[in-house]
C-alpha cells in the first residue's frame, strides 16, 4: 500500500489536456518547455500509480511528444538554441500525433479512473489518518515503545484494523498488546514467568494479589478490562462496535501506561516476592 498525492492528476491535466487542441501552427520556442513538463508528469504518473489500460496509449503519446522536444532537459535546450531563423512552425505531420494521442490519453484515463479501487478512509476520533495507518503506537509514551516492542507493533496493527473499520480485530491486537505488558508486570513482581500453558489473564491476576507488592489499583483495572472484553472477544458471536474499539483504544493506553509506571516504580525499589512454579496451575 502506498500513500498517493491526488495533486499529480490536477498537475497532468493541466499539462496534457494543452496538448488536444491545435498546435500545428505553433513553433517550437513557444510549446518546448510545456511539452517537455507534459512528458515528465506523464512518466511520474506511472512511476508512482498502477495504471494499466491507459499506458500504451500514454506511451504513443510520450513518444509523439518525443518526436518534437527530446526527453531529455538539456537536448530540449539545446534544440532551442539551434533553431534556425526565421524559425519555422511545427507542422501538421508533427503535431496531429500528438493531439491524437492526448485525445486519446484522456478518454481511456478517465474510464480507468472511474473504475478504479480509490477509497476515502473516514478519519477515526481525533487521530490522524496517516497516523493511525503507519504508527499508532505514537499514541503510548516514547519510553513505552522503546522498552516494549511486542505491544508497540500490535497497537501499529490495531491502528489500521480501526482505520479499515474491522473493530474486533481492533480488539484482538489491543489484548496482545496489553498481555505483553501484563506479563512484563508479573516478572517483575514475581521474578518468574509463567509456563506458556498457563498463560492467560485469570493465572496473572490470581497470583499475583498472592504478592504484597502488586498494586491493587493495576489488579483491579487488569480484571475489568478482562471481563468486559478480553473474555466477551474470545467468543465467535461477540463484536465489537466503532465505539467499542475507540473505547479500548483509550482504555488500553491507560492500563498499558499504569503497568509500566509500576514496573519502573519496583525496579527503582529493587522488591520481589518470588512463588515457585509449583504454585502454578492451569486456570480457566
Same mark, same amino acid.
Given at each position: 500500500m502506498?500513500?498517493?498525492?491526488e495533486f499529480?492528476?490536477?498537475e497532468l491535466a493541466i499539462?496534457?489536456h494543452p496538448l488536444?487542441?491545435?498546435?500545428?501552427?505553433?513553433?517550437y520556442?513557444?510549446i518546448?518547455?510545456?511539452?517537455h513538463?507534459?512528458? $515528465?508528469?506523464?512518466g +511520474?504518473?506511472?512511476r508512482e +500509480?498502477?495504471?494499466?489500460?491507459?499506458?500504451?496509449?500514454?506511451?504513443?503519446?510520450y513518444?509523439?511528444?518525443?518526436?518534437?522536444?527530446?526527453?531529455d532537459?538539456?537536448?530540449a535546450?539545446k534544440k #532551442?538554441? $539551434?533553431l534556425?531563423?526565421p524559425?519555422?512552425?511545427?507542422?501538421?505531420?508533427l503535431? #496531429?500525433?500528438i493531439?491524437?494521442?492526448a485525445e486519446?490519453f484522456e478518454t481511456i484515463?478517465?474510464? $480507468?479512473?472511474?473504475n478504479?479501487d480509490t477509497y476515502w478512509?473516514?478519519?477515526?476520533g481525533t487521530?490522524?489518518t496517516?497516523m493511525?495507518?503507519?504508527?499508532a503506537?505514537?499514541?503510548l509514551?516514547?519510553?513505552?515503545?522503546?522498552?516494549?516492542?511486542?505491544?508497540s507493533?500490535d497497537?501499529?496493527?490495531?491502528?489500521?484494523c480501526w482505520l479499515?473499520d474491522?473493530?474486533?480485530?481492533?480488539?484482538f491486537?489491543?489484548?496482545r498488546?496489553?498481555?505483553?505488558?501484563?506479563?512484563?508486570?508479573y516478572?517483575?513482581?514475581t521474578?518468574?514467568d509463567l509456563?506458556?500453558k498457563?498463560?492467560?489473564w485469570?493465572?496473572?491476576?490470581?497470583y499475583l494479589?498472592?504478592c504484597?507488592?502488586?498494586?491493587?489499583?493495576?489488579l483491579?483495572?487488569?480484571?475489568q478490562?478482562?471481563?468486559?472484553?478480553r473474555?466477551p472477544?474470545?467468543h465467535p458471536?461477540?463484536t465489537l462496535?466503532?465505539d467499542?474499539?475507540?473505547?479500548?483504544f483509550g482504555v488500553?493506553v491507560a492500563?498499558i501506561?499504569?503497568?509500566v509506571?509500576?514496573i519502573?516504580a519496583?525496579? $527503582?525499589?529493587?522488591q520481589?516476592l518470588p512463588?515457585t512454579?509449583?504454585?502454578?496451575s492451569?486456570?480457566?
Amino acid at each position: 500500500m502506498q500513500r498517493v498525492n491526488e495533486f499529480q492528476f490536477y498537475e497532468l491535466a493541466i499539462a496534457i489536456h494543452p496538448l488536444t487542441e491545435d498546435s500545428q501552427h505553433s513553433k517550437y520556442s513557444e510549446i518546448w518547455l510545456n511539452w517537455h513538463s507534459a512528458g $515528465e508528469s506523464l512518466g +511520474r504518473i506511472f512511476r508512482e +500509480r498502477a495504471l494499466e489500460f491507459c499506458y500504451d496509449t500514454a506511451n504513443n503519446l510520450y513518444a509523439a511528444i518525443g518526436a518534437v522536444v527530446p526527453s531529455d532537459f538539456a537536448a530540449a535546450v539545446k534544440k #532551442y538554441g $539551434e533553431l534556425p531563423q526565421p524559425e519555422p512552425e511545427i507542422g501538421w505531420s508533427l503535431a #496531429y500525433p500528438i493531439r491524437q494521442a492526448a485525445e486519446k490519453f484522456e478518454t481511456i484515463l478517465a474510464a $480507468e479512473l472511474s473504475n478504479s479501487d480509490t477509497y476515502w478512509v473516514s478519519p477515526k476520533g481525533t487521530h490522524k489518518t496517516s497516523m493511525l495507518m503507519r504508527s499508532a503506537s505514537s499514541i503510548l509514551p516514547a519510553s513505552i515503545t522503546k522498552d516494549y516492542p511486542e505491544a508497540s507493533a500490535d497497537f501499529d496493527e490495531a491502528g489500521r484494523c480501526w482505520l479499515f473499520d474491522t473493530y474486533t480485530a481492533v480488539g484482538f491486537h489491543l489484548m496482545r498488546a496489553t498481555e505483553s505488558v501484563i506479563r512484563e508486570y508479573y516478572k517483575k513482581i514475581t521474578g518468574q514467568d509463567l509456563e506458556k500453558k498457563y498463560r492467560n489473564w485469570g493465572a496473572y491476576i490470581r497470583y499475583l494479589r498472592k504478592c504484597s507488592n502488586a498494586s491493587p489499583k493495576v489488579l483491579g483495572f487488569i480484571e475489568q478490562i478482562k471481563d468486559n472484553y478480553r473474555n466477551p472477544i474470545l467468543h465467535p458471536e461477540q463484536t465489537l462496535s466503532a465505539d467499542d474499539a475507540q473505547i479500548l483504544f483509550g482504555v488500553c493506553v491507560a492500563l498499558i501506561s499504569m503497568i509500566v509506571t509500576e514496573i519502573n516504580a519496583q525496579t $527503582e525499589k529493587g522488591q520481589l516476592l518470588p512463588l515457585t512454579q509449583g504454585d502454578i496451575s492451569p486456570t480457566t
